[in-house]
């Protein structure tokens, strides 16, 4: 396992590096120049030109990346020119709502779509698995935004259950105390039950709405990968020796889970940003909706910040989702 880590890393180091040039020369190619952008559309040449040599644009590409990841090292992405702020502070006080979000998405995804898949599995004729094949032929159709938007249509504007699409919390409700950003787990964590319900509130309909679209990637993956394992030659055997329905099912459950995992992982790294049109119908205020901003601002430093810490992310998720396929069968080798 150390041996296993170690060669991650080693690769981790240049894939990392590698994404961020390769990022880094994207976003310049984008049309439009931040320094027009800033100065406004009525500015003078010689303005828009002192404004390109404060930010460093004048200078070539590749002096530009390494004045860049010379700033990283430092702990220094960059301040953005529209909020003013520093990104790493930008990206700090966003990401928790985002990572909230994204995370109680999955769990929903996972425990719906292999609820399904296990079911319609193991009874193909049955009403659940009816029900699922159904859903998996909506849940592929339907964009994210659209579903959000008839849910907010019912439960907020003609039965009047749920909040309204604000925010993270009502205008009205102080956050907790942060710990972590994450308002549910801040509110348990100081004990703030009016929050934390109120938090819950703002969450259940982004939520449900990107578990209900997820989820049948899962329940797909899952269906067929199981159903294989079922009619492999151990399943059979199993069932020979007399062993009851649920442990056979559970035999096949488990081996397989490394085939979901991998679903899961694409899924969750792609929600961190793949979220954003979900936070801009609720006003969720997370890193979808701040890289957006940036990119209809031209604001590079904000782009950048942005794909450094999804880099990050997707790197140390895969990392910890390998290590877990290990755990389960410790017959794969990487």
Do not use: C
């Amino acid at each position: 396992m150390l041996r296993y880590l170690g060669k991650r890393l080693l690769v981790f180091i240049p894939l990392f590096f590698g994404v961020i040039f390769v990022a880094f020369v994207l976003i310049r190619m984008l049309p439009g120049d931040p320094a027009h952008v800033l100065a406004g559309a009525f500015a003078y040449e010689d303005t828009i030109a002192a404004l390109t040599e404060k930010m460093g644009l004048d200078k070539p590409v590749l002096q530009q990346f390494f004045i860049y990841i010379g700033d990283v090292f430092r702990g220094d992405l960059g301040r953005s020119m529209f909020t003013s702020s520093n990104v790493l502070d930008d990206l700090i006080k966003r990401f928790p709502a985002t990572f909230e979000l994204i995370t109680l998405s999955i769990m929903v995804s996972l425990v719906l779509g292999m609820f399904l898949a296990v079911f319609s599995v193991t009874k193909p004729k049955g009403v659940v698995a009816k029900i699922s094949n159904v859903y998996g032929m909506l849940a592929g159709s339907f964009a994210d935004f659209w579903l959000a938007l008839i849910l907010i249509y019912i439960f907020f504007t003609v039965l009047g259950i749920a909040p309204a699409p604000i925010g993270r919390l009502d205008v009205i409700m102080i956050p907790p105390q942060r710990i972590t950003g994450m308002y549910l787990l801040d509110s348990i964590l100081t004990g703030n039950w009016a929050a934390f319900k109120n938090a819950a509130q703002h969450l259940a309909l982004p939520v449900i709405t990107l578990g209900l679209i997820n989820g049948a990637a899962i329940m797909k993956m899952t269906h067929s990968t199981m159903g294989e394992v079922l009619d492999s030659d151990f399943i059979h055997h199993a069932r020979l020796m007399g062993l009851a329905p649920k442990v056979v099912r559970g035999y096949a459950l488990k081996n397989s889970l490394p085939a979901v995992l991998m679903v899961i992982g694409n899924i969750y790294s792609y929600l961190l940003g793949g979220a954003v049109l979900i936070e801009q119908v609720f006003a969720w205020g997370g890193l979808g909706q701040y890289v957006t901003q940036a990119l209809s601002n031209k604001d590079y430093v904000a782009i950048q910040g942005f794909i450094l810490v999804a880099t990050l992310f997707s790197m140390v998720l895969y990392l910890i989702l390998d290590l877990i396929q290990m755990i389960i069968d410790p017959r794969i080798k990487y």
